[in-house]
């Protein structure tokens, strides 16, 4: 497998590891300048020569792993029999530096409803290193040609169209996911806000709306879902900067995805807060408004 295969294979897993450079040889050495070795916490792949200078590059890179907040580190080593070495001798006359640079797990978000204010959001965001879910129950938000916008996006975007229930989608998402929630549909907002608290693993969750709608929504997730008020008060509402008041889509996006980068930085290289889950379903115990009545989620 090619360094770039497992730099991309630890990134699909989202899970951490050290990708291991040659960066300088003088004198003979057991492999050139530009030599790879990708290191996880349980394998690697590639190799910089073997013997004690990559045993000593791994043994750091997997202290660098388990490291709250590890930064790009440069190792020398000297390659003749008057070093005392860690693992055995390596004689090859000449010297090497090593650089060691960290692959952190990304950032995951899901925002859920792509119309005008999720599109413009998705467009900000996908210019971030980050995994960007696009979650929409109405098929045309995801088409093609719609989000063709994010052709060039430096996130690993994933769609998921869910016509039926979206909250299910929340067991899909990676450990520690940012969720925005802003669709189309008040009924659907709320089934989200109820299926997010009882599900483990996300990070921040941020609903999008007016005080009115959240004082609704308070109150039904407290007597209908049964959530306690230390429970509801993970939900940020409303979301974004207080001090930008636009209200067209772009500036909207452009404050919630400001708001959201401050919530990054004041987590550090955390991915995320895991909560306990309540056993009761998605949206079982939340009703849903339609305008025949109040009806149970399906």
């Known amino acids: 497998m090619t360094w770039v295969a497992a730099v991309a294979r630890l990134r699909a897993r989202r899970e951490p590891g050290v990708?291991?450079?040659?960066?300088?040889?003088?004198?003979?050495?057991?492999?050139?300048?530009?030599?790879?070795?990708?290191?996880?916490?349980?394998?690697?792949?590639?190799?910089?020569?073997?013997?004690?200078?990559?045993a000593v590059a791994i043994d750091r890179a997997r202290e660098m792993i388990g490291a709250a907040e590890p930064e790009p580190e440069l190792l020398d080593f000297a390659l003749n029999d008057k070093v005392t070495n860690r693992h055995g001798v390596q004689c090859c006359g000449g010297t090497v530096s090593v650089l060691l640079e960290p692959l952190p797990v990304v950032r995951a978000v899901a925002v859920f409803g792509v119309?005008?204010?999720?599109?413009?959001?998705?467009?900000?965001?996908?210019?971030?290193?980050?995994?960007?879910?696009?979650?929409?129950?109405?098929?045309?938000?995801?088409?093609?040609?719609?989000?063709?916008?994010?052709?060039?996006?430096?996130?690993?975007?994933?769609?998921?169209?869910?016509?039926?229930?979206?909250?299910?989608?929340?067991?899909?998402?990676?450990?520690?996911?940012?969720?925005?929630?802003?669709?189309?549909?008040?009924?659907?907002?709320?089934?989200?806000?109820?299926?997010?608290?009882?599900?483990?693993?996300l990070g921040s969750i941020g609903l999008i709306?007016?005080?009115?709608?959240?004082?609704?929504?308070?109150?039904?997730?407290?007597?209908?879902?049964?959530?306690?008020?230390?429970?509801?008060?993970?939900?940020?509402?409303?979301?974004?900067?207080?001090?930008?008041?636009?209200?067209?889509?772009?500036?909207?996006?452009?404050?919630?995805?400001?708001?959201?980068l401050r919530t990054f930085a004041s987590e550090g290289n955390d991915p995320g807060v895991a909560v306990p889950r309540l056993d009761v379903p998605p949206g079982q115990a939340f009703s849903q408004v339609t305008s025949g009545g109040v009806t149970p989620a399906k």
């Open 19 to 54: 990708l291991v450079t040659v960066a300088t040889v003088r004198g003979h050495a057991p492999r050139e300048a530009g030599a790879k070795l990708v290191v996880g916490l349980s394998e690697t792949w590639g190799s910089i020569g073997g013997g004690n200078v990559e």
């Open 115 to 201: 119309g005008h204010v999720g599109l413009e959001l998705a467009r900000i965001l996908a210019r971030q290193d980050l995994d960007l879910h696009l979650i929409d129950s109405r098929s045309e938000m995801l088409a093609e040609k719609r989000l063709d916008v994010l052709a060039d996006a430096v996130a690993q975007v994933h769609t998921h169209h869910t016509p039926l229930l979206p909250e299910e989608v929340l067991d899909q998402l990676p450990h520690g996911t940012h969720v925005l929630i802003m669709t189309h549909d008040h009924a659907e907002d709320a089934a989200l806000c109820d299926a997010a608290l009882r599900t483990t693993r």
């Open 209 to 260: 709306g007016s005080a009115a709608k959240w004082g609704r929504f308070r109150k039904r997730l407290a007597t209908e879902g049964g959530h306690d008020e230390a429970t509801i008060g993970r939900i940020k509402t409303p979301i974004g900067l207080a001090d930008i008041t636009g209200k067209d889509p772009a500036t909207i996006a452009v404050s919630v995805a400001a708001d959201l």
